[in-house]
T-cell receptor, first 122, second 111 residues
């Protein structure tokens, strides 16, 4: 059974750096083809893909946010960490992590975490 | 990185069928048979209901079906039920640069 859960601060100040952790179970990020992605959703708005990390440590970023995003993995802890620098109120959103098998040609997210709401405000 | 275009809202009565369109470009929907669809109920995480254009994950009702023509993908829900009332999002692989793009979402109301 695959599960994912996001954790991180519910409130960050403008210009600060956000660090979110995705802790997962039921799969390994050392398995060929597996990836974990981050997707966010501002209140009342659409989903927006942010980043993805593959089993082989290859990484992909949303082009418009690439300079602010870093995705890393810790396979020993079954965790993926996303950092976003220079936070702004427009970054207020629910942040989701999700499992995929992009590396196997399956470009969809089949298991999602429950999401964590991050508010950016002074 | 433009989002895929979906109608903001659609509605239908119980038992009817509805179709939600998802229009992209020749760089995403038109180039790959890699459109996925997600159902999202209020305050819940998205749930995969269609992948690779027309495939259903295990446990998803066959009332949900997907198709594609040119740069437009479609999700059809037949035999509408009250529990189908939710937001629906399409998503497509968009090549190695843009990578992934989501649609703007469609709110389905079951009358």
């Amino acid at each position: 059974q695959i599960t994912l859960k996001e954790s991180g601060p519910p409130l960050v100040k403008p210009t600060q750096t956000l660090t979110l952790t995705c802790t997962f179970s039921g799969f390994s990020l050392t398995t060929s083809g597996v990836g974990v992605g981050w997707i966010r959703q501002p209140p009342g708005k659409a989903l927006e893909w942010l980043a993805l990390i593959y089993w082989d440590d290859d990484k992909r970023y949303r082009p418009s946010l690439k300079s602010r995003l870093t995705i890393t993995k810790d396979t020993s802890k079954n965790q993926v960490v996303l950092t976003m620098t220079n936070m702004d109120p427009v970054d207020t959103a629910t942040y989701y992590c999700a499992h995929s098998e992009f590396g196997s040609g399956s470009y969809h997210f089949d298991y999602w975490g429950q999401g964590t709401l991050v508010t950016v405000s002074s | 990185q433009s989002a895929l275009t979906q109608p903001a809202s659609v509605s239908g009565s119980p038992g009817q069928s509805i179709t939600i369109s998802c229009t992209g470009t020749s760089s995403d929907v038109g180039s790959y048979n890699l459109v996925s669809w997600y159902q999202q109920h209020p305050a819940k995480a998205p749930k995969l209901i269609i992948y690779e254009g027309s495939k259903r994950p295990s446990g998803i009702s066959n009332r949900f079906s997907g198709s594609k023509s040119g740069n437009t993908a479609s999700l059809t829900i037949s035999g509408l039920q009250a529990e189908d009332e939710a937001d629906y999002y399409c998503c497509s692989f968009a090549g190695t640069s843009t990578f992934v793009v989501f649609g703007g979402g469609t709110k389905l109301t079951v009358l």
